[in-house]
Every structure is written in structure tokens, then in C-alpha cells.
């Protein structure tokens, strides 16, 4: 574990489906500390006993977590050590820990992350979707009115969208994305990661929603949405357009330069025909 275990919060990942992605690390830390603090410690009794730790647990969960802090907190100035979990992966993304690690890091008791399996970054890696810039969105609203609002607000984001979500409204936001995002934007499905029935799955999002409408099984269990970036329009400078249209003008007629012109510099053919028009005019 740590040099000086005592007095410190450790946040430690567990896995996501698959019980030997917990790392080696993480099951000294919790057999060591002296509290384990889990979301549901009926939950987490199966992933302790498989490993034969038998350390004390107390639970942290979204509707307690204010006042637990406040009792972990107490327990880290005595000295003691605790280890937070949650059902699974790591803690404080898409659940509790957030209050607690800012309380405890406000008081200036060390926090050590024991980092291990993460459904997004998992989806991620595997998804072929660009990765080098993302942005993790969490769960979407469950109301509808409130998820096309959110969906319309990430519309131009360029960076790949992850989305945590439900089996249960997965159609229904596949569909709401398939009208916001369009239908040729790729997203990637990855259902089950690290588990028996692990799928991940890439096409444009119109594919993804008819796949997945037309087969039951693949809205059952947990999973990751991405959705590529809008692709960044390349625009084309007058300067070049321009150039261009004077070098064709030369051997064309002004309408076929300027669809020539359009098609390569991807402008439109209006703003393409306007310009060689002037240009030709210029140079009678
Ligand atoms: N803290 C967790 C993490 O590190 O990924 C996430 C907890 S959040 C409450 C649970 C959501 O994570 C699920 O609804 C699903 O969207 C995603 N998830 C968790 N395990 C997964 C798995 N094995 N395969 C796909 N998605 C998973």
C-alpha cells in the first residue's frame, strides 16, 4: 500500500463485469485500511469475499454521503485509513465520492487514487472512435424534452461524446440522437464491456438505431454510447478560391470553373459562380 497508510483516503477502482480486472494494488489496499466505505455493501460483500477481505464496511451512497463525510472525516483525523468503492469502477464517475474527497482534501489529508477499470475509458479505447479529445456527459435526462435539449446544446462539439446510459431509454436516445446528431454521424455501442455478452459496435448512428430496434438483446444490460465530433468544416480562403477561379477561367467558361472550383474547394457553387463572374469581369 502506501508508506504511511494511516490518515489517508484511498478511492480505489473495482471492476466493471469481469473480477480479475481488480488490480493487486487495490485488494492490499482494502484488506489494509482500516474502514471500507461502499455504495451498497451488500453490493460490494461478493467482490470482498471473493478476495477474502474481511475489513469493516460503511455506506456511502448519494443520500447519505453529507453526513458520512462528516463521520469519515472524523475517523481520518483519528489517524485512521479508508478505502472508498462504489458497485463498480471507479469511484465518483457517475457516483458518490465527490463530497467526500473535497471535504477530506479541504481538511489537507492526503487522497490516493488506486485507478483501475472505468466503463468510459474502456468504450473509449475499444470504440475506433477519435480519442485524443473527448467529453464524458454522463447519464442523459430520462424526460425527453430535456435530453433533445441537452443533445441540441452538444450538436457542433467536435470532441467524441460519451454517454452513460440506460438499457431501458437507450432506444429512445438513439433516436432522439439519430434526429439531432444525423443519421450519418458514427457512434459506437458498447454493451456488457469485460462481461460474457460484451458487444461494441460502430456505425453511423441511423445503423446503430436499427440495429439495436430490430434486436432486443442488445437493449439489455450496461453500456456506453459515443458519438463522434462534428467533423470540422475545412473552409476554404477567398485567397484560394480566388486563385483557383483565375487560373480556370483562363481555359473554361465561368459556369464550369466555378463548379469545378465549388466541388474542390468544398464551397458553394453561388458563392464560387459570383466570384469568377467578377474575376472575368475584371480582366475584359
Ligand atoms: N463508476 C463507474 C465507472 O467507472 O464506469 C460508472 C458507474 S455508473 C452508476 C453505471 C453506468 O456505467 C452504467 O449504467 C453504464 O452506462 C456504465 N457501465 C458500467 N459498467 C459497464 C459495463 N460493464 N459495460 C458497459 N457500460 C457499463
Same mark, same amino acid.
Given at each position: 500500500?502506501?508508506?504511511?497508510?494511516?490518515?489517508?483516503?484511498?478511492?480505489?477502482?473495482?471492476?466493471? /463485469?469481469?473480477?480479475?480486472?481488480?488490480?493487486?494494488?487495490?485488494?492490499?489496499?482494502?484488506?489494509?485500511?482500516?474502514?471500507?466505505?461502499?455504495?451498497?455493501?451488500?453490493?460490494?460483500?461478493?467482490?470482498?469475499?471473493?478476495?477474502?477481505?474481511?475489513?469493516?464496511?460503511?455506506?456511502?451512497?448519494?443520500?447519505?454521503?453529507?453526513?458520512?463525510?462528516?463521520?469519515?472525516?472524523?475517523?481520518?483525523?483519528?489517524?485512521?485509513?479508508?478505502?472508498?468503492?462504489?458497485?463498480? /469502477?471507479?469511484?465518483?464517475?457517475?457516483?458518490?465520492?465527490?463530497?467526500?474527497?473535497?471535504?477530506?482534501?479541504?481538511?489537507?489529508?492526503?487522497?490516493?487514487?488506486?485507478?483501475?477499470?472505468?466503463?468510459?475509458?474502456?468504450?473509449?479505447?475499444?470504440?475506433?472512435?477519435?480519442?485524443?479529445?473527448?467529453?464524458?456527459?454522463?447519464?442523459?435526462?430520462?424526460?425527453?424534452?430535456?435530453?433533445?435539449?441537452?443533445?441540441?446544446?452538444?450538436? #457542433?462539439?467536435?470532441?467524441?461524446?460519451?454517454?452513460?446510459?440506460?438499457?431501458?431509454?437507450?432506444?429512445?436516445?438513439?433516436?432522439?440522437?439519430?434526429?439531432?446528431?444525423?443519421?450519418?454521424?458514427?457512434?459506437?455501442?458498447?454493451?456488457?464491456?469485460?462481461?460474457?455478452?460484451?458487444?461494441?459496435?460502430?456505425?453511423?448512428?441511423?445503423?446503430?438505431?436499427?440495429?439495436?430496434?430490430?434486436?432486443? #438483446?442488445?437493449?439489455? /444490460?450496461?453500456?456506453?454510447?459515443?458519438?463522434? /465530433?462534428?467533423?470540422?468544416?475545412?473552409?476554404?480562403?477567398?485567397?484560394?478560391?480566388? #486563385?483557383?477561379?483565375?487560373?480556370?477561367?483562363?481555359?473554361?467558361?465561368?459556369?464550369?470553373?466555378?463548379?469545378?472550383?465549388?466541388?474542390?474547394?468544398?464551397?458553394?457553387?453561388?458563392?464560387?459562380?459570383?466570384?469568377?463572374?467578377?474575376?472575368?469581369?475584371?480582366?475584359?
Amino acid at each position: 500500500m502506501s508508506d504511511n497508510p494511516t490518515a489517508t483516503l484511498y478511492i480505489v477502482a473495482t471492476p466493471i /463485469g469481469n473480477l480479475s480486472d481488480m488490480s493487486q494494488r487495490a485488494i492490499d489496499t482494502l484488506q489494509e485500511v482500516d474502514i471500507i466505505a461502499a455504495e451498497d455493501t451488500r453490493h460490494s460483500g461478493t467482490l470482498l469475499q471473493h478476495y477474502s477481505i474481511s475489513t469493516l464496511m460503511i455506506s456511502v451512497h448519494e443520500h447519505n454521503e453529507q453526513q458520512r463525510s462528516e463521520v469519515l472525516l472524523a475517523k481520518l483525523q483519528q489517524g485512521e485509513s479508508v478505502a472508498l468503492i462504489s458497485d463498480a /469502477g471507479t469511484p465518483l464517475i457517475s457516483d458518490p465520492g465527490y463530497r467526500l474527497v473535497s471535504l477530506v482534501r479541504e481538511h489537507n489529508i492526503r487522497v490516493v487514487p488506486i485507478p483501475g477499470s472505468c466503463a468510459l475509458i474502456s468504450a473509449l479505447s475499444a470504440s475506433g472512435l477519435p480519442s485524443d479529445r473527448f467529453s464524458f456527459e454522463g447519464f442523459l435526462p430520462s424526460k425527453q424534452g430535456a435530453r433533445q435539449q441537452v443533445l441540441t446544446s452538444l450538436a #457542433n462539439e467536435s470532441r467524441t461524446l460519451i454517454f452513460y446510459e440506460s438499457p431501458r431509454r437507450l432506444q429512445a436516445s438513439l433516436t432522439d440522437m439519430n434526429a439531432i446528431f444525423g443519421e450519418d454521424r458514427v457512434a459506437c455501442l458498447a454493451r456488457e464491456l469485460t462481461k460474457l455478452h460484451e458487444t461494441i459496435t460502430t456505425k453511423p448512428l441511423a445503423d446503430l438505431l436499427q440495429w439495436v430496434s430490430s434486436d432486443s #438483446n442488445q437493449q439489455r /444490460g450496461e453500456c456506453v454510447v459515443l458519438v463522434e /465530433g462534428v467533423q470540422q468544416q475545412k473552409e476554404s480562403s477567398e485567397i484560394e478560391i480566388n #486563385n483557383m477561379l483565375s487560373l480556370l477561367i483562363k481555359e473554361l467558361p465561368v459556369k464550369k470553373a466555378a463548379a469545378l472550383t465549388a466541388s474542390l474547394l468544398e464551397v458553394s457553387k453561388n458563392t464560387a459562380y459570383d466570384m469568377a463572374l467578377k474575376l472575368k469581369q475584371e480582366a475584359e
